[in-house]
């Protein structure tokens, strides 16, 4: 038993079950659940209760939910993308290539600038509109090396005009990102990303 929070391993191990579940619900996208009918649902499983309603009719809930959720959350992350992006024009040193991607640069480089075929070492550090941090070498510590024609479409224009040693801001736009799928819960439907890029090398 890791604390005296617990008295005994099957609390310690129910409450760790809650912690791991309630984490990949966030991650596949359920933002909000109603925890005390959360908890019923459970708790009447376990117990062999009769359920409210069906497992069948719980899946067309679950779907539909799901669905209207991602309906009103594709429409939200567009708009704000899309005014963001007009905004962000009008700070400076910000350029915007004709797909509609946006940089900043932030420190110049003077290597040799990739190509669609080459593999490149970098760091980076990824964030939403609102500021959530989803994926960062930096704060790894560690870069990252992956050929250029495997990244999204956004990241993989920005290499090719990117010299060795440079670190950009860039501003990707949805549909030069994930686009309407998303990626997972916290990259939603249409959203619109901000990247710190640093090339290292051409590897």
Known sequence: MS????RDQLEEFSYSLGLTIS????QSGVKNIDSLQFLAGLQDTYAGNKPKISMDMANQILQEFM?????????KNLEEGLLFLSNNLNNEGVIETDSGLQYK???EGYGDIPTIDDQVKCHYHGITLDGTVFDSSMERRQPAI???NAVIQGWAEALQIMPVGAKWRLFIPSDLAYGDQGAGGMIGPNATLIFDVELLEIV
């Open 3 to 6: 604390d005296n929070q617990f």
């Open 23 to 26: 984490s990949n619900l966030i």
């Open 67 to 75: 669905l209207a959720q991602n309906d009103e959350e594709f429409n």
């Open 105 to 107: 640069i932030l420190k």
């Open 146 to 148: 992956f050929p250029v």
